[in-house]
């Protein structure tokens, strides 16, 4: 089998350089899209902003390419572990295991963004001597003929393009073997030869040459009928490869025949190829090929074209017919046209052919894809076509380096460059890392793309770790701060969660992990006597941060400076006070001295109070709490807490019970505590759980616990993890401004959902259907007993840590027995579960 034509023009390589049969030479990228998704529209202007700078500095014949291709899955695999020593963490590796059976499932794809610049033609010599070269028996070509000079020649043109598009894109060369792959996915595109997207897993290398396949393209499908007597008028190609005949690949090339006579509003209906994401069963890959032309020629060609028009008005001026009318419209659109130039001094004029390219394994499966974007783009009135005999040289011309063809012209379309860049054609939806463990799959993007929460791996690219969740109750908040604690643990580091739920369903996962420590504050087996958990330097300092709002004094107030002078360092040696009990008895003693002050009497009344009730924190026998366990937890179902209402409300928090105070103070303490073990720099990566997020946020030891979680955590491999059902509420202050990473599951209440979803950063005058999602189509409770299905449990909206906003799915763990440990309880099968099994995958 061999081609009707030469489509491969390919006859040289070296690097990112492409030298083709014509004599042009290229340079190819790897184009890094910039974050779209959800974001705000003024960020969605900086984007188009990106795209115009680009679009105004690429030279003519410039190729923007949008490739589709399946994610290896030992890839994503790969991503898994980075930073992580599976030989001391035999959990992860066991996770890590377990999900290769699910990603394969999933079947996660991706998108590539390529961008091939003209930089050059070969000298004659040059081009000979390659032709001699290709017209041998080998296709592999020496690279050799060309000289480092000319080499040199070709990089410096290619920077200095570079250099006035920008660094927005972060352009990367490819390597020589990418245009290899490129070729074999053209041929295969769709079908099951379709090879992995070029990442980690199946690195290319930086060869010389390539080796390029043969194939057959037949249009019109013909060959599938034998005995066909015409030819078919089908706008289809078939492409056969000689050792795959057995899986042949169906594909069919669109191109837009008009967009909106009124224009094509920016953002939100310009973006018109992101329609092609999240099409099944067929892979969609766009191709745009551009030509530029500055704003004194288009105004010397407007008056060209003006001058004609009012001729041709002239000769019809005596007809009555509507071709006057027509030439007096055509006037008018071309004044407007020339008005925007006169007014945009830095504009130019773009001429763009684009190529949509739809691949599958069957005819069927192909047109079907075809029709329906056809549909889908009457919505947005643009009107695709798929031209019959001119599907060939569509298809080559997503090929770098394909010399031009007559249908490259013959669907080219003029716009000015700001309108061309509300195309913004190189972005993405992606959030999460680029790398560490998968928590879910990305639902706004259309590919499945795992989500990568790189929790321990932020520190080392100056990123905080620490996180926030809100959602309605059962939504899926306790099972996803679990789900981090489990990966923290699995992955080498410990956390502390403090469990407030009745039935203790922190304590029942806790079981599952080896020697891990569950604490119960009101039947207490260890202490948290601040004078006896912190070191001497602090512990003074840490005792009165509980003391004071927990006797309901003021520092500056007589009892409050005689006990703060008492646990100062000299006060604190000179009475020898080593724990609670030894303040209490200090200050008894005092009290009974002859001449003493009322306020000690004071202190020993307050503090007598209290000191039979916490013997957490007055007990001596107890051993201070230790955090050097992997897995802690701290159940306090039994201490009365204040309302957030009552901690930001002066009278009502002035009039808190007795109890109330207890409560806050010891869940301080253990906030606190974690902050001293975790904030260390022992080696170890530390994770604080809080579910109550307004006892970390609203009161001030909680507030500086929160901050410095959030400031410093990446210094120290630390971070804390806060969940709340009203972030307009509990999350202000650090938990607003500094915790970057964000989630947002079902919340039914309208209040409550357009405070999470303005927390996440959302502009909802801009975007008002995500407020209904986010109530309705979000993990909805359908049929008999409102129940969650089990394949739409865990779906959230989030935010990551380079501010770009996504909707996904969360997954739990691959491992059969860690899902089971975190989705049951004592009590329940899990209502809130958002696991994803294996088997139930679906795309």
């Known amino acids: 089998m061999a081609f009707e034509r030469e489509l491969q023009p390919t006859a040289a390589i070296r690097g990112n350089l492409q030298f083709t049969h014509s004599g042009l030479v290229t340079a190819t990228y790897f184009i890094n899209p910039l974050g779209y998704g959800l974001r705000k529209p003024s960020d969605k202007f900086d984007v188009k902003m990106a795209h115009h700078s680009l679009i105004t500095n690429l030279p003519n014949g410039s190729l923007l390419l949008g490739v589709q291709a399946r994610l290896n899955t030992i890839d994503v695999l790969t991503k898994m572990v980075e930073g992580i020593d599976l030989d001391e963490c035999e959990d992860y590796a066991d996770e890590v295991v377990a999900s290769y059976e699910r990603i394969r499932l999933i079947m996660p794809q991706t998108r590539i963004y390529l961008l091939t610049i003209p930089v050059g033609t070969a000298s004659t010599s040059g081009v000979s001597a390659l032709s001699r070269m290709w017209r041998g028996s080998t296709t592999t070509i020496d690279a050799t003929a060309v000289s480092r000079a000319e080499l040199d020649q070709y990089a410096d043109k290619a920077q200095e393009i570079l250099s006035r598009i920008g660094s927005d894109f972060d352009p990367v060369p490819v390597p020589a073997a990418l245009f290899q792959w490129l070729w074999e996915h053209y041929l295969s595109r769709g079908a099951a030869g379709d090879p992995f997207a070029p990442t980690q897993a199946e690195a290319l290398d930086d060869a010389t040459a390539a080796v390029f396949r043969s194939a057959a393209l037949d249009e019109g499908a013909n060959t599938d009928r034998s005995h066909r007597l015409r030819p078919s008028f089908i706008p289809v190609i078939k492409l056969v490869q000689p050792d795959y005949e057995f899986m042949p690949s169906y594909q069919s090339m669109l191109t837009p025949h008009s967009f909106p006579y009124a224009g094509m509003a920016f953002p939100g209906g310009s973006e018109f190829l992101n329609v092609l994401d999240g099409m099944s069963e067929v892979t969609v890959d766009w191709g745009m090929r551009i030509s530029t032309r500055p704003a004194d020629q288009v105004l010397k060609g407007n008056e060209l074209s003006l001058r004609r028009l009012g001729e041709q008005m002239d000769q019809r001026d005596q007809e009555v017919s509507f071709a006057q009318n027509t030439l007096a419209s055509k006037v008018r659109m071309l004044g407007e046209y020339n008005q925007h130039f006169e007014v945009n001094g830095g504009e130019s004029e773009v001429s763009f052919t684009t190529v949509i390219a739809v691949g599958g394994p069957t005819r069927e499966i192909t047109m079907d894809a075809v029709n329906s974007l056809k549909r889908k783009y009457k919505r947005f009135q643009i009107e695709m076509t798929t031209p019959v005999g001119a599907q060939v040289d569509l298809w080559s011309m997503l090929m770098p380096g394909s010399p031009r063809r007559r249908a490259f012209d013959d669907f080219a379309h003029i716009l000015p460059s700001d309108m061309w860049a509300g195309f913004v054609p190189f972005n993405t939806s992606q959030v999460g890392d680029d790398s560490g463990p998968v928590i879910g799959v990305n ?94 330097r602090i512990a003074g300092e840490r005792t009165l941060d509980t003391i004071l709002p927990l006797l309901d004094l003021s520092p500056t107030s007589g009892s409050g400076a005689a006990i703060s002078n008492l646990l100062t360092p000299k006060g604190i040696a000179e009475h020898g006070i080593r724990s609670m009990l030894d303040l209490f008895q200090v200050i008894c003693r005092l009290r009974d001295q002859p001449g003493s002050t009322e306020e000690y009497a004071d202190l020993a009344a307050r503090l007598g109070t209290v000191a039979n009730r916490m013997p957490v924190l007055f007990d001596p026998k107890l051993p201070p709490l230790s955090l050097t366990a992997a897995a802690t937890v701290v159940r306090s179902h039994h201490l009365a807490l204040p309302t ?84 307009a509420t509990d999350f202000q202050g650090a938990a607003h401004n500094l915790i970057p990473n964000r989630f947002v599951f079902r919340q039914r209440d309208e209040t409550l959902a357009r405070n999470s979803l303005e927390w996440l950063g959302v502009d909802l005058e801009q975007a008002p259907f995500l407020l209904s999602m986010l109530r309705e ?34 997954l739990g763990p691959a491992r059969y027995d860690r899902a089971a440990a975190i989705t049951s309880t004592p009590s329940s099968g899990g209502g809130g579960r958002a696991e994803l099994p294996a088997r139930q995958v679906a795309r």
């Open 443 to 536: 639902l706004l993007s259309g590919h499945f793309e795992p989500i990568h929460f790189g929790i321990m791996e932020a520190a080392l690219h100056d990123l905080s770790a620490s996180f926030a969740v809100t959602g309605e109750l059962g939504s899926g908040k306790s099972y996803f701060l679990k789900l981090m604690a489990v990966l923290v643990h699995d992955m080498g580091g410990q956390f502390l969660a403090i469990d407030r739920s009745q039935v203790g369903e922190w304590e029942h996962f806790a079981r599952s992990i080896d020697n891990a420590v569950v604490i119960d504050l009101a039947n207490p087996t260890v202490s948290l006597d601040p004078l006896r958990l912190f070191d001497d």
């Open 644 to 727: 957030a209402e009552e901690l930001v409300t002066p009278h009502l928090y002035n009039r808190l019970p007795l109890t109330k105070r207890l409560g806050t103070a010891l869940y301080e303490l253990v906030g606190v505590a974690a902050r001293e073990a975790f904030l260390a720099d022992n080696g170890r990566f530390g994770l604080l759980v809080g579910d109550e997020a307004h006892h970390f946020t609203q009161t001030q030891v909680g507030s500086a616990v929160t901050s410095d979680f959030s400031r410093d955590g990446r210094k120290h491999l630390a971070a804390i993890g806060l969940a709340s059902h009203d972030p």
């Open 777 to 810: 189509e979000t993990s909805p409770p359908v049929g008999p007993g409102r129940q969650v299905p089990e394949e739409r449990r865990g779906e959230m909206f989030m935010r990551d840590a380079l501010n770009r906003i996504g909707r996904g799915k969360i």
